[in-house]
Nanobody, 114 residues
Framework: VQFVESGGGLVQPGGSLKVSCATS????????MAWYRQTEGNRRELIAR???????NYADSVKGRFTISRTNAEKTVDLQMNNLKFEDTGLYYC?????????WGQGTQVTVSS
């Protein structure tokens, strides 16, 4: 099982960024997928989830600003982030929901700074 996150970077407040995740080793088409975020001093938390049927759920902190999507044919899951805030700074990971706890990727760093 492997999750490879990409697309992070430095962005100003109010800006947008899209992070992507390539997966392997899972039966992607039947897996619920999620994006998780770990901010400094805090535990990793689930911020966006998409079921195998495409139903989405979001943490209150990102609702209305972030959009999760998936492409089953490519086994990828994306997170479009708009109107980014300072508090969105952190490491972003993808995984299944519930997560494969032994198989976390390295994550991709998102830094929101002026």
């Amino acid at each position: 099982v492997q999750f490879v996150e990409s697309g992070g970077g430095l962005v100003q407040p109010g800006g947008s960024l899209k992070v992507s995740c390539a997966t392997s080793g899972i039966v992607f088409r039947i897996a619920a997928m999620a994006w998780y975020r770990q901010t400094e001093g805090n535990r990793r938390e689930l911020i966006a989830r998409i079921s195998h049927l495409g139903h989405t759920n979001y943490a209150d902190s990102v609702k209305g600003r972030f959009t999760i999507s998936r492409t089953n044919a490519e086994k990828t899951v994306d997170l479009q982030m708009n109107n980014l805030k300072f508090e969105d700074t952190g490491l972003y990971y993808c995984n299944t929901d519930p997560p494969q706890d032994l198989d976390w990727g390295q994550g991709t760093q998102v830094t929101v700074s002026s």
